[in-house]
């Protein structure tokens, strides 16, 4: 979808696995997104598709894979959905991204019935899950971006006109930062 754009310059340049030696030359990226699950690529999304060609982003997250708390695991022969089972869509934005998700074959609708216990109530809505995996709406969505991973940005430091953003394999720097990553847990 992204490459489709005109004058759309990002090269894929997704990192699974052991790419922090391979990341070791620092460059300025214009813009640094912290994390990969949705909210982060939903950002790194938006500001591609409005962005010049020169607008240089890259995501960073600590997991070694896409996609955040939309969770895959795998355990030998078996895969499992690990995070959200399902979402819904709160605004006609999102709805006509889904849409358009659905049409590329990332989403299903939710057909299951919600069986209330008790005096459990669930609000009446369309629900969606990423088909075939729970990550793979957020692989999509990473696919024409830069992604890091297995590079948790551990302190953030003003230098310059731009950040210095502070990981185990170095140093690294943007223009802007945008994070995505949950507040810790309240004690
Ligand atoms: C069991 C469960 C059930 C759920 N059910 C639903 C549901 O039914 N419907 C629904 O709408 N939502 C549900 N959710 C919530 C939904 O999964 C989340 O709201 C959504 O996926 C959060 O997206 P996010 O991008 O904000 O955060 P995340 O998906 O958590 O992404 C944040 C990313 O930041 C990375 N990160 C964090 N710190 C750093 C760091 N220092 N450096 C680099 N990277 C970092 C993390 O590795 C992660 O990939 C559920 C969640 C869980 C766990």
Redo the contacts with the bound molecule.
Sequence with gaps: MFKTLAGFAFAKRSVYGQHSKLMKVSRMPKIAI???????LSCAREIALAARPEMDIAV????RGI????ATRYAGAYEFDH??????SGSDRFGAFLAEQTGQGHVLQWPEKIQRIGGASARDAVRYVSAPRMNTLCKAMAEPLETVLN????GLERAGDGWHLQDEAGNRMARLIMS???CPPRK
């Design positions: 912290i994390g990969a699950g949705l909210a982060g960073y997250d600590k997991s996609g955040g708390r939309m995070g959200a089972q399902y979402f819904t590079t948790r940005i551990s995505s990553a949950p």
